[in-house]
């Protein structure tokens, strides 16, 4: 028999909400080292928040008493009769349970199963309450685990090979700048990799237009899009992605009716100002020499204005103008004229259609800024690996979830408390999770931080991590970029003007001590003269030796 007044439905959610409320701010206190458990945590929030914002709206609803039964309930236990009313609600449920002695105690709601405890089996019922919260949680990370793949890392970075792949089958990478393809002028093109990528995919001037109005070229832009809102989703489910999108929606549509994103052939059509005087212009000629095509593009517009008896919806040219406005009333010329009319309306559709695309996408990679950063620093980083050290990272990584399984398990018997460790001073953790003592901290160095400006302004706490970061793969790949060997004589250096300067000097100096034939090599004439090659051979070809 369940038997729940309104009352008492009202208590228990609000006590239901007090519990998801609370326990959501011991989740926010919080804080974990690894990224994994950060992304669990905040799906774990973001649960709790939605249970009670649909907590609240049940309540709401109640408290509204569209239906009148929270206002009877409430005049049926006051008054003269509050007492009747109670009893013979008593008499009801002794009824009940006398006719089925065996039926079992039942709880209504088990989300307040927290909070409740039973009067028979105590115990039992604390175990398998314990247990159902246990297997809850194995189920919640188990849902957020399935929502990243291996290369995302929970967030830390983004995997755009699809998109890459799609990019490459369009053949856009023809009209990207050559700068973009190869650094080297004198090195023969190579196709666009992964890297180079990853740095252009949000850049979208280099398109020309007709290009743009291919269907799959806006099939690939929306699936991008949708890749980066689910990812923000994915990885980031407090942050209101609502209200950014409304705001990217209403910047777009602000700059559309500005004019902001108007295309080129309708800027061109406008500045000619006779309808009947429109030429198309080929974008894709446009995009490559605009200034030339629009100059001829007005030269012929003008050479039109001059003969108003062309139809530019029909392409012909008449000679008397009474035939001319006979033709304009036709048949032939409405159906044409619609029918332009329409391929311009749907022409605007779709470069709407893209324009919006490319904008979202652009405002959506400033929000992931750093994870795209971190994103081309790990590629970078993992071409630098062998095959074996790239398996032997997937390995540590593996070991290292295990690790922190078992640990979670050793410790599920100790309180939440005494794993909410005092930080004020943000000190490292140790190898037992907490925080290192003030004294090592500070006898390690590790309140000195050193920049690196040929890191990219990378910063390294502690002299011992500064000195070791010179031969770790972020310096060798700047080095490599900069054209100068990682070697012993640039250690110490973080400034990019100095060890250019270094490794020119260095240069200079080797090719002073480089050995020189012509001078550094004697030679004796027949006196005994000791003289440089040089010498010698000029003296000989005189005949004076």
Known sequence: ?????????????????????EKASQLMIHEFSSRKDTVIKEHKIKNLIEDVQNLSQKLLDIYMDRDGVREQELKQISGDTVFTSFYDRLNSIKTYYRKNPNEDFTIPSMTVLEDFIPIKNTENHLETLEALKKETEKIDEEKVEALFLGEEHFGNFIDLNIFYQKFMNLKLEKYLPKMVKSTNQNEKEKPLDYISYLGIFNEFMFIPENIKLWKSYRNYLNELMDYLINFIKRSRPLFN???????IHNDFKQGWENGYFQPKWKKTNQNDGNNQSKKNVDDNEVNQNDQILITNENKKSEELNHNHLYCEYCKKQFAKDTVFQVHLKGKKHQKNMNRKIKQEENKMKSFEEFS?????????????HEVIKKTIENTVR??????????????DAEEEDNHENADENADEDIEDDEDMFYNPKGLPL????????????????????????????????????????????????????????????????????????????????????RFKPD????????QGNVISRKTYELMKKQGIL
């Not at 919006?356 to 992931?368: A, D, P, S």
């Not at 001078?519 to 027949?526: G, L, N, T």
Request: glycine share 4%; net charge negative; aromatic share 10%.
């Open 1 to 21: 028999m369940t038997s729940t007044t309104i009352l008492e439905l009202t208590r228990s959610l609000h006590q239901e909400i007090e519990s998801k409320i």
């Open 519 to 526: 001078e550094d090599e004697e030679f004796e004439d027949s």
């Open 356 to 368: 919006r695309y490319e904008f979202i996408i652009t405002k959506l990679t400033q929000i992931l």
């Open 382 to 395: 993992k071409q630098t690996l062998t095959y074996e050290e790239l398996q032997r990272e997937i390995l």
């Open 241 to 247: 992605l609502k209200r950014a999108m409304e705001i």
């Open 430 to 513: 140790g190898w037992d999770g907490k925080p290192i003592p003030y004294w090592l901290y500070k006898l390690n160095g590790l309140s000195v931080e050193y920049r690196c400006e040929i890191c990219g302004g990378f910063t390294y706490r502690g002299r011992k991590t500064f000195e070791d970061h010179f031969q770790q793969w972020r310096h060798a790949h700047a080095m490599k970029c900069l054209g100068i060997p990682n070697t012993k004589h640039f250690h110490e250096i973080t400034s990019i003007d100095e060890a250019l300067a270094l490794y020119k000097k260095i240069k200079d100096s080797l090719d002073e001590q």
